[in-house]
């Protein structure tokens, strides 16, 4: 018995019972690749360091078009796992009385890649090494089992989006690509359809720390506050921005959410006249300040590029708190100050605008901070949180500081949208301040973030840097960190997607804006899980298996029914049915 795996896509492999004609699948594989869809494009994978990475150039890179559904009955399952399983994608049909088996990767015997290096030829051997390879020996000999319920008459939060930041180093890496289409691809495959599908992206409003140097709007002139500094864009933005408004066009995202955030107001609207340090907003520039928030969401439209959201600062705490630690260009609020400035003169100001629909976050730092920060707020100044319309959350320390934070923030700042706007690998003291190119164990991390952050109520995610080169930068103070994709910066002819950049993709993928959170309840600790409804009405469950052993799943759907399926030992699994 077996089952198609859909041979309009290319690289698909078959889905099979354990008695499945292996041959069958290499036949649908051949067919695929020479009639195909060329959305679909298997990854070439690669040893590094800390694991394995999928290399793309200007000529080849993976990608995996979504996929549909022709009977009601029917699933999609894509696989990603340790071992070297990327985006693998294979279907089935609910009701089935065997257990279907997702065959782990394995090593090919030998290379037999052709050397023009076609699609072809890549598939061909990818289903050589599957059919006539002995099965993958497990982690663990073990097999462990659990029950997932889903539920999809139980719903809770509405799902804004993921995505990812576009820093200046982001920017700056990509003009180093000087080939028009490797550049693409990276756009392609964070935000198309094929790719990551993200919606959200996060910009600063001047310079951050990833940046080559500190920068603000209107450095110059000083001492006045008509802002006349603003009038057209920094050198630098207009390179930023025309190649945000290049990601829209190749991508097709069709509703890319930008939101903007600061780290520091021109030094001389400061306490201490420096990007960094002990230093506040100074009192005469608090409308200043406001207003420049407006003329960058005005600066951003003029040229093609509409702003979704904006916050209240970056990290406020670095310039109150943490001056000693912290190198990189910050400003410093206390709850209080924020309050009175929100209250007075962002709030005000945006609201009396055309731009009065703007989506105003407050915090922009880590989940210690909250909920107290906001009760601070309205403690000072009632009247403030009315002007804030959602919380964003940085994902530093979570491991210190639990689900608290959050659930006591969901439960005072009810009905405000909340998210991770920051998030990255490499920020502590024990961490390595660098890639780890190829860690599995770095993009468990992001998963294990993601269903917790999900679990307790929040709407969406925004990664940091969506590129970093080997050095983890560039960084301007040197706060060099990990990233989901590495750049090549010896040759720029090519960069390398992480096992963290898939992990995303199995949230992000296949969960659009408008999608909502439903019940999934596993039975132990084996799974963990989150599942959500899509506006289409079709389901959709990110299934995790951390463990060292294969799982066998049985999922129990109060509509669709009954699946079992078998999982490999650290694997991820993004399962869509109606």
Not at 108 to 134: C, H, K, M, W, Y
Not at 151 to 172: C, H, L, N
Not at 253 to 267: C, D, M, Q, T
Not at 314 to 329: A, C, Q, R, S, Y
Request: glycine share 8%; net charge negative.
């Amino acid at each position: 018995m077996w089952f198609k795996s859909g041979a309009q896509a290319i690289g698909q492999k078959m889905f099979r019972c354990k008695n499945d004609l292996l041959l069958g699948a290499l036949l649908l594989l051949l067919i695929a690749a020479i009639g195909g869809q060329a959305e679909t494009v298997p990854c070439k994978l690669k040893d590094a360091q800390y694991g394995k990475v999928c290399v793309c150039t200007a000529d080849y890179c993976d990608y995996l078009e979504n996929p549909t559904l022709s009977q009601d009955d029917e699933f999609a399952l894509i696989s990603s796992s340790k071992q070297g399983l990327r985006f693998e994608l294979n279907k089935g049909n609910f009701g089935v009385q065997e257990m279907y088996t997702i065959n782990d990767y394995e090593e090919p015997a030998a290379e037999t890649t052709a050397s023009n290096g076609t699609i072809l030829s890549r598939i061909v051997d990818q289903a050589l090494a599957t059919i006539f390879s002995q099965p993958v020996s497990p982690t663990s000999s073990i097999t462990r089992s659990v029950t997932l319920k889903v539920d999809r008459s139980k719903q809770y939060q509405r799902i804004e989006g993921f995505g990812g930041s576009f820093t200046g180093a982001v920017s700056y890496l990509l003009e180093n690509y000087k080939e028009q289409d490797i550049q693409d691809h990276l756009y392609k495959s964070f935000y198309a359809a094929e790719g990551l599908g993200f919606n959200l992206m996060r910009v600063a409003m001047g310079g951050c720390d990833f940046d080559l140097e500190a920068w603000s709007y209107n450095e110059q002139p000083e001492n006045e506050t008509i802002l006349t500094g603003m009038d057209k864009l920094d050198d630098r933005d207009v390179i930023r921005v025309e190649q945000i408004k290049r990601l829209k066009e190749v991508s097709g995202v069709e509703n890319l959410r930008i939101k903007g955030a600061a780290w520091s107001a021109p030094p001389w609207m400061k306490t201490n006249n420096r990007w960094t340090g002990f230093g506040r907003l100074k009192r005469e520039y608090y409308q200043t300040w406001a207003d420049y928030h407006l003329k960058w969401v005005e600066l951003m439209e003029n040229n093609g590029l509409p702003i979704w959201a904006i916050s209240t600062g970056n990290e406020p705490t670095n310039g109150i708190l943490f001056m000693v630690f912290v190198k990189f260009m910050s400003m410093g609020w206390t709850p209080q100050t924020q309050a009175v400035w929100v209250d007075d003169n962002l709030g005000p100001t945006i609201r009396n605008s055309k731009y009065k629909d703007l989506v105003i976050f407050s915090n922009d730092d880590q989940r210690y901070t909250s909920p107290l920060w906001f009760k601070q707020m309205n403690r000072t100044r009632p009247g403030s949180l009315k002007y804030i319309d959602g919380v964003s959350l940085h994902w530093y320390w979570d491991e210190i500081f639990g689900s608290s934070f959050v659930q006591d923030t969901n439960e005072f700042m009810a009905n405000k949208i909340q998210i991770i706007s920051e998030s990255c690998i490499g920020d502590k003291p024990w961490q390595k301040a660098a890639p780890l190119l190829g860690s599995w164990e770095s993009a468990e991390k992001v998963a294990r973030s993601f269903l917790s952050h999900l679990q307790d109520g929040f709407h969406g995610w925004i990664d940091w840097n969506i590129i970093l080169n080997e050095a983890g930068g560039p960084n301007y103070v040197n706060n060099t960190v990990d990233a989901p994709v590495i750049a090549n910066t010896t040759s720029y002819t090519e960069f390398y997607k992480q096992p963290m950049f898939y992990i995303m993709g199995h949230f992000s993928k296949l969960v659009p804006e408008g999608s909502v959170l439903i019940e999934a309840v596993a039975s132990n600790v084996n799974l963990d899980c989150v599942a959500f409804i899509r506006p289409d009405e079709k389901i959709v469950a990110v299934l995790f298996n951390s463990g060292r052993a294969d799982l066998d799943i049985s999922v129990v759907d109060t509509v669709r029914g009954n699946l079992k399926v078998n999982v490999p030992a650290k694997s991820i699994h993004t399962l869509l049915y109606n």
